[in-house]
C-alpha cells in the first residue's frame, strides 16, 4: 500500500511540474502583450473566472438538490 502511494505522489508531482511550466509561459505572454497596450489579460483573467465557476455552481447546484430530497424523505417520515 506504501508503494501505491508512493508512485501516486511522484506522479502527481511530475504532472505539477509540467503545470507551472505553462504558467510562466502565459504569463510571460500576457506581460508582454500589457507592454504594448493589448486587452488580452482581461479576456485571459475572464475566461479563468468562466472556467472556475462552472465546478462551484455544479457543486452548489448538486448538494441544493441533495439537501431538498433528504428533508423531504425526513418530512414524509415524521407524518
Known amino acids: 500500500m ?3 502511494l508512493i508512485i ?3 506522479v502527481l508531482v511530475i504532472a505539477s511540474v509540467d ?6 509561459m502565459c504569463s510571460a505572454v500576457v506581460e508582454s502583450n500589457l507592454k504594448t ?12 473566472l468562466y ?3 462552472i465546478p462551484y455552481a455544479l457543486l452548489i447546484g448538486m448538494g441544493i438538490i441533495l ?5 423531504q424523505n425526513s418530512s414524509e417520515s415524521q407524518s
Do not use: D, P, T, Y
Open 2 to 4: 506504501a508503494k501505491r
Open 8 to 10: 501516486v505522489v511522484l
Open 19 to 24: 503545470a507551472n511550466a505553462q504558467c510562466s
Open 37 to 48: 497596450g493589448g486587452e488580452l489579460a482581461q479576456g485571459l483573467n475572464a475566461g479563468i
Open 51 to 53: 472556467l472556475m465557476g
Open 67 to 71: 439537501f431538498r430530497r433528504l428533508n
